[in-house]
């Protein structure tokens, strides 16, 4: 069976997967990189550069390096290094040619057929242009395929029936939210509406811009207009910008740090400031209500309203900015689907694609996440009132996991000497109605009037364990926990009672193996025990809350995993899992 790759040709980022024993894989470097940034420059000597070497060169000599070439197919516009010249499609093929470069070194063979994603509002002329960069890097495009589209299929579910996806896009160069139709493995674009010179690169733009007002004051008007002509500080100002802006997807501050900026007085200048998450959504405001009004206009356009979608899903590097599913939250009441990478799942859906095309049997994306929210409570207003309790979400349900996120608090009243900090588990905003899993005090705060800052840390990994950490921004002084088995934090007679319940249904669960010969199951074999069991268990504690046009279906799931785990079949247990999650999270929904 020939091997077709699926290609995600981003702005900024580039990724190629491959279907392997039925998953897409997205393919990594030798460096265990998943993501090409979309650069290609030549070195002095005339070598080319294409990805990481590219971008960091661009730092540097961004006269010799080319960025954000997706904005300009379609086109017939130049780009000019030295004293050559590329059209966008030559570029995208050496982008291209790169990744299909990388595929070949990890499957051990030639490559010779592709599927390129495009965002849906891409125009016949940059679809042709995209078609015609593949031909150039040696790759038949077997199909160009929305992006939305893509994504749809990395998140499709087992449903039989039909289903009305929101996919709202945003990479580092484009945006565009389309409303898709799933049914019976169709998947149909209704509608789409975005703009193609939208996306993370503006956010970029917006924090340079800050920084550059904040070096005005530093510098002359003189200074400035010196600086202003040197490509090389513009460039490094925008790498400083980006950092920035990653590390305010999960920090509630960042520091932006440029070693040797410039000279002044004939001395290095070292750029360092901080700026706040608050003072970058400010910014970014304008940019994210433009997106949320596309999506009314898509919506529009399918004839729909949003009680009418069954999924949400944020697609695209710069959906990682938190500010962006809080806003659709509050302004749709639909909770944004994220489980998948943001950066990859557009590759990983055009894999499938790929791997249907070519006959390969695909199966269903996995994918570790929390079921649980985490987060801390706070004095605050519960129902248009105050109240001492509610419940923060610093960790949300759903979020792939490892994880890190911070946010940050206030002291309430003057020199206040002291924060105790309860750390809950659940999803109710009445924290005393979830699980309290640890709370600890910070003694010893600075004697400063009120707002004083604390920085709430939580990092969770992949066996459950949480550790939580607060400090004082001002001074440092720090205290934290740690939380063993933090996603399943039942109490000993809970477990007992649970276990009980489970056994009058099913019987005790001792399962037995046999593959011919007595040996004990393998380690995935077990993990799929324990993740079957548990799930079980929580479709078990909802059924007499479930609509019974599903319970039926629920109850065959939960007989077809305990049977499946009396049987050891890894395949099946796996499936039966599967769709009893996707059922089990659109119900809670």
Known sequence: METIIGIDLGTTNSEVAVIQDGQPRVI?????????????????????????????QYALYPERTIKSIKRKMGTDELVKIGDNQYTPQEVSAIILRALKQRAEKYLGHEVKKAVITVPAFFSDAQRQATRDAGEI???????????????????????????KILV???????????????????????????????GGDDFDE???????????NEFSKEEIEKLNDDQRFHARLLRAAEKAKQELSDRPYASIEEEYLTERDGKPYHLSLEISRHLYEEMIHPLIEETLEAIHTALQGANLNPSQINQFLLVGG??????????????????????????????????????????????????????????????????????????????????????????VFYTMYDFQKAVEVKVYQGEDPDALKNILIGSFMVEGLSRVPANNEIIF???????????????EKRTG???????????????????????????????????????????APTKEVRERIVQGK????????????????????????????????????????????????????????
Do not use: W
């Not at 939210?177 to 010179?197: K, Q, R, Y």
């Not at 938190?322 to 009441?333: A, H």
């Not at 063993?484 to 669960?509: C, Y």
């Open 318 to 407: 710069a959906t990682r900015t938190p500010y962006i599913s809080n806003l659709i939250q509050e302004r749709l009441n639909i909770t944004p689907r994220q489980e998948l990478e943001p950066d990859l799942c557009v590759a990983m859906g055009a894999a499938i694609q790929a791997g249907m095309i070519a006959g390969e049997k695909v199966a269903s994306v996995l994918v570790d996440v929390t079921p649980y929210t985490f987060g801390p409570s706070v004095l605050g207003e519960l129902n248009g009132m105050p109240y001492p309790d509610v419940f923060i979400p610093v960790i949300k349900k759903n979020t792939p996991i490892p994880v890190s996120k911070s946010e």
């Open 477 to 519: 002084l720090k205290k934290n926990i740690v939380i063993e088995n933090a996603m399943s934090q039942f109490k000993e007679e809970e477990k007992e009672k649970a276990k009980d319940r489970i056994d009058q249904l099913f019987g005790p669960s001792s399962p037995t193996f046999s593959t011919g010969e007595e040996q």
């Open 137 to 163: 890097a040696g790759l038949e495009v077997v199909r160009i395929i929305n992006e939305p589209t893509s994504a749809s299929l990395a998140y499709e579910t087992k449903h039989h029936q039909e289903e």
């Open 206 to 216: 917006k924090l340079y811009l800050y920084i550059f007002d904040y070096l005005k």
């Open 457 to 471: 840390q939580l990092d969770l990994d992949l066996d459950g364990i949480l550790r939580i950490s607060a400090t």
């Open 168 to 198: 709202y896009d945003l990479g580092g160069g484009t945006f565009d939210v389309s409303v898709v139709s799933i049914h019976a493995g169709l998947v149909e674009v209704l509608s789409s509406h975005g703009n193609n010179h939208l």
């Open 534 to 589: 548990a799930l079980v268990e929580k479709a078990e504690k909802i059924l007499p809350v479930i609509p019974e046009e599903d319970k039926e279906e629920v109850i065959n799931l939960i007989e077809g995993i305990q049977d499946n785990i009396q049987k050891s079949d890894l395949g099946a247990l796996t499936m039966e899992i599967e769709e009893l999650s996707e059922i089990l999270f659109y119900l809670e929904a």
């Open 28 to 56: 990594p470097d030798e460096n265990d990189r998943m993501i090409l940034p979309s650069f290609f420059g030549l070195s002095e000597d005339g070598q080319i550069l294409v990805g990481e070497a590219a971008k960091n």
